[in-house]
């Protein structure tokens, strides 16, 4: 008997189908996508036992003839696609012409369809890959899928799901990741019997977030608009008030498909470097459009992963448009929940390159964000010239430019503990931290100082040497290179260490070894392009923390008013480089709360 046997068609289908639907929540995918390729505004999604179950899609799309019914259960039948240079210029979310067949080889899925002008619909039921039944019935215009018992007949993949809540709870993320972009569709989930969640249609970008995303208020949000090339980025960013402890709220989505990728990520977390707590996660959704010919969509199964033609680009793009709005962060506005009429939203699914609206919002930060400097901080490495989507780094950097006026509006009270400085502003009381306060001020002088390769340098009396404890390496130039932009003078003493000569003037009597060791060993151990950044932007941050003016510090009347000047002319003022805030306020009303005098 022959060892080798073909593969029965359904057991084919089966492995098939193990790529694509995973979890009930895949299927959801799957199923919310085809809804809006066929120009569905209204859908309706009822799951029970987490879709385990059962799980049902109802959209008011254009739905299908008897015939094509038929034909989209069947695998690799699609209207979305003829030939394979139609990918370069795809429109749709579907091109597989897979995902029903998928669906159906591993569950009971009963299809219902009527194109608007049709007189009667299609019912069609199948088991595993058959059509088991089929019947014309009456129903509105659109699409109804019911797809019950997943897993029924793949016991192994039944064993790897979670409890029912689990699945619920990621059926629930994956509705809302989806229904983002999709604001003038409206949406609802029913739980079991229960409506859980109805996302209107609205033409707000903002009101869908805020609806979505109930603990995100208007005043969270920043908006981000930036175009490169032939590149758009869009899209909304919570500030330093808001994090979260998971990454769940970061979203991505290129060409109006929402993606998974890592850098992307990695992008946006170096973004918020120095402004969110260490392991805390901000809200960010992006929305990224490029020529469909520079990116590739057909690289995973799920469609949830893509490949950029110019990664480098694209990351540039994210890290430093993220990066620039959040640098010209103020106190946030009163928000207005909807957007500028001209902003409008762009096209779905897929979006058009919109023309760059820097600072469209006007429910933005009252901070002037025009033009967005692209700041600072340490972390801007040169890049290597061939990546032309990089800014440049302004001039403007080295002047400081009015950025807020938050602080030469308080009124100082007193100092209370020698730590925080007491004062009122408006009908508020007023708390600054005074030294998360020079923390920062230090911080932001010290990346201009960098930036301008100026800073102020001081020899030492004895030259000191440090022992890295590894080669110098390659690594060695581009480091030397940076701490000089600082006021470190460094030579190489031998093949793994270094002797210091000048110091920047501020860490004259600090910990010099210390700080040249930790700067070079994160800088070897990352080994990525944002090493050195991040290496220095921790050096910074060290050298600003050991120049402060300590809690536990007397400080006079003046020095407090120069501080506070300082303070609105630097960037980040509201966070010291750690992420801790450097004010809280307490308002009047809540004041007279707590004597009871309201
Ligand atoms: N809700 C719907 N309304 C109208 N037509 C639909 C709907 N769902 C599916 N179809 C039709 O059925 C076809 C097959 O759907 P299926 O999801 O299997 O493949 P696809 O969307 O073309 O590609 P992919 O496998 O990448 O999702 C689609 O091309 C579309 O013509
Ligand atoms: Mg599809």
New binding site residues.
């Given amino acids: 008997m022959n060892r080798i046997q073909a593969l029965a068609p359904e057991v084919i289908n089966q492995i098939a189908a193990g790529e694509i639907i995973e979890r009930p929540a895949s299927v959801l995918k799957?199923?919310v996508?085809?809804?809006l390729?066929?120009g569905?505004t209204d859908l309706t999604v009822s799951v029970q036992d987490g879709g385990l179950r059962s799980l049902r899609l109802v959209?008011n799309?254009?739905?299908?003839s008897a015939e094509?019914a038929r034909l989209?259960v069947r695998r690799h039948?699609?209207?979305?696609?003829r030939g394979i240079d139609d990918l370069q210029a795809l429109r749709?979310?579907?091109?597989?012409?897979?995902?029903?067949?998928s669906i159906a080889s591993v569950s009971k899925l009963t299809l219902c369809?009527k194109r608007p002008d049709d007189e009667v619909g299609t019912r069609l039921r199948m088991v595993g890959d058959d059509i088991v039944a089929e019947e014309q019935v009456g129903l509105a215009g659109?699409?109804d899928?019911l797809v019950e018992d997943l897993f029924h007949n793949v016991p192994a993949r039944r064993k790897f799901l979670k409890t029912p809540g689990a699945e619920y709870a990621k059926l629930h993320e994956t509705l809302v990741r989806l229904a983002l972009p999709a604001a003038e569709t409206s949406f609802r989930l029913i739980k079991d019997g229960k409506q859980v969640l109805h996302l209107p249609a609205t033409s707000s970008f903002v009101a869908r977030i805020c609806k979505a995303f109930p603990q995100l208020l208007p005043e969270h949000l920043l908006e981000v608009s930036e175009q490169r090339e032939e590149a758009s980025l869009y899209g909304f960013l919570s500030g330093p008030d808001y994090s979260r402890s998971m990454a769940r709220q970061v979203m991505f989505y290129v060409n109006g498909r929402l993606i998974s990728d890592r850098r992307l990520g990695y992008a946006v977390q170096e973004a918020y470097r120095t402004l969110l707590l260490v392991g805390r996660h901000p809200f960010c959704v992006l929305f990224l459009n490029l020529p469909p010919d520079r990116v590739d969509v057909n690289v995973h199964p799920q469609?949830s992963e893509v490949r950029f033609l110019h990664p480098e680009q694209v990351f540039s793009l994210v890290l430093h448009t993220v990066r620039a709005a959040l640098s010209g962060l103020g106190k946030p506005a009163t928000a207005s929940i909807e957007l500028p009429s001209s902003a409008g939203l762009p096209p779905l699914p897929c979006f058009e390159p919109t023309s760059p609206r820097r600072g469209a919002g006007t429910w933005l930060p009252a901070t002037p964000r025009e033009p967005l400097l692209v700041q600072a901080s340490l972390f801007d490495v040169p890049s290597p010239p061939s990546l032309p989507m990089q800014p440049e780094l302004g001039e403007e950097s080295g002047d400081y430019a009015e950025t807020g006026r938050y602080y030469r509006d308080l009124v100082y009270l007193g100092q209370f503990r020698r730590t925080y400085l007491v004062c009122e502003r408006n009908e508020e009381l007023v708390l600054v931290d005074q030294h998360a306060a020079y923390e920062r001020l230090n911080f932001e002088w010290l990346a201009a100082a960098y930036r301008n390769g100026r800073g102020a340098s001081q020899d030492l009396l004895f030259p000191e040497r440090v022992e890295l404890g590894r080669e110098l390496g390659a690594d060695y130039d581009r480091l030397a290179t940076a701490l000089g932009r600082l006021g470190f003078v460094l030579e190489p003493f031998s093949s793994t260490s270094v002797v210091v000569r000048s110091v920047p003037e501020i860490l004259a009597r600090g910990d010099v070894a210390g700080l040249v060791e930790d700067a070079f060993a994160e800088l070897t151990s990352l080994g990525d392009e944002l090493s050195l950044g991040r290496a220095l932007d921790n050096l910074l941050a060290t050298m600003a923390c050991h120049q402060s003016v300590r809690a536990d510090q007397p400080l006079a009347e003046e020095d407090v008013r120069r501080l506070f000047r300082d303070l609105d002319t630097i960037s980040n003022a509201h966070h010291c480089p750690h992420g801790r805030p450097i004010h809280q306020s307490l308002p009047l009303p809540e004041l007279e709360r707590l004597f009871k005098r309201r």
């Fill in positions: 799957e199923l996508e085809n809804a390729d066929a569905g959209d799309g254009m739905g299908m094509d989209a039948t699609t209207s979305k696609l749709s979310f579907g091109f597989r012409g897979e995902a029903l067949a369809t659109g699409t899928l469609k």
